[in-house]
């Protein structure tokens, strides 16, 4: 059985992405609040991350198992459209194909059901707080470092798109804390 994000919405019990969200208005959470589950305990779990950040691992297993535009109806569009960022899907789509031809190597991401986060997968993610943080020279310092220079300004541009959308749906990405936030490799 394939678990995919609309199913953890709907769902009353705990998943790999924590506890079932009841309505839409649960999932656009303040700046401040963060999932009050802190996770099963074991190291690298996605259980553990916030709501938004789970939505991003989520999204990004989904893209890498179809690999194209999500058409209307498909796992990945209904989770965009719950979520109020369906407007920003074509950025996702368009950035992480410039993650999967502009890599300088193949990219570690883990099948959706899979509850541990690869360095890879986690490395996204923090990317997305950059551009969510207004850290562009650092978004795209760090994307120069995992990908061709060409490839990363279409990532940076179609990533910060998708993250400010995250944001306006009350998805909010906390960057990296301290001097290491600067830059990801």
Avoid: Y
């Avoid at 502009?102 to 990219?107: D, E, F, I, K, L």
Wanted: aromatic letters at 6%.
């Amino acid at each position: 059985m394939t678990l995919n994000f609309i199913e953890c919405l709907s769902r009353q019990g705990p998943s790999i992405f924590g506890e079932a969200m009841q309505t839409i208005q649960e999932q656009r959470l303040s700046a401040l609040q963060r999932d009050p589950r802190p996770g099963c305990g074991k190291a690298g779990c996605a259980c553990a991350l916030p709501l938004s950040e789970r939505f991003v691992l989520w999204a990004l297993r989904q893209w890498q198992q179809d690999r194209a535009l999500p058409r209307e109806g498909s796992i990945l569009h209904r989770g965009f459209k719950v979520a109020g960022v369906i407007d920003a899907l074509p950025d996702f789509a368009i950035a992480m194909d410039a993650f999967l031809f502009g890599a300088r190597r193949a990219m570690e991401v883990h099948v959706p059901t899979c509850s541990s986060v690869s360095h890879d997968e986690a490395v996204l993610v923090a990317l997305c707080g950059l551009a969510q943080a207004d850290h562009d020279a650092s978004l795209l310092a760090s994307l120069d470092i995992l990908m061709a220079p060409t490839a990363s300004r279409v990532a940076a541009i179609r990533l910060k798109a998708f993250a400010v959308a995250l944001a306006g749906a009350g998805l909010r990405i906390a960057p990296a804390a301290g001097a290491a936030a600067g830059r990801l490799n």
